[in-house]
């Protein structure tokens, strides 16, 4: 049975890294309450987002980490247009201003990976299952 973590990892590291660096920073500046967290380079952001996740920790916490993140990216990746159009609402440092913008034919196939993984590994009952079977172990 493959984690939700390793489940939502493998999806994570597949998109591209200016996605990744953006959801990374977005999470970021939805969940601190350090507002200096919010002006950290990128890279700063994705790296420590990314160690975060993978952390090693008891299956509840695990379980909650992923209904968290899968709270922030749904509300991201579902209202990217809504966002990217008020431009201030998540403002992402970029080292020397330069953004990768996403296409949209690139954007429509981001979407769908995500709804397919929002059906299956990061589902509830999904995680809910691993969760319980991990408890059991």
């Not at 909650?64 to 440092?93: C, L, N, T, W």
Request: charged content about 25%.
């Amino acid at each position: 049975m493959i984690t939700p973590v390793d489940a939502f990892i493998r999806w994570f590291d597949h998109i591209p890294i200016s996605l990744r660096s953006y959801l990374a920073h977005i999470f970021r500046v939805c969940t601190t309450d350090d507002t200096s967290q919010m002006v950290a380079p990128p890279h700063q952001s994705l790296e420590n987002f990314r160690a975060w996740t993978v952390q090693i920790d008891f299956p509840l916490r695990i379980a909650a980490r992923m209904f968290y993140i899968r709270s922030i990216f749904d509300m991201v990746i579902f209202h990217y247009k809504e966002i990217v159009e008020g431009k201030d609402a998540f403002p992402q440092p970029s080292e020397n201003n330069k953004v990768i913008q996403i296409s949209s034919k690139q954007w429509v196939e981001i979407l769908e990976s995500w709804k397919n993984l929002r059906r299956k590994e990061m589902s509830d009952t999904y995680i809910h299952s691993w969760t319980a079977w991990m408890i059991k172990k």
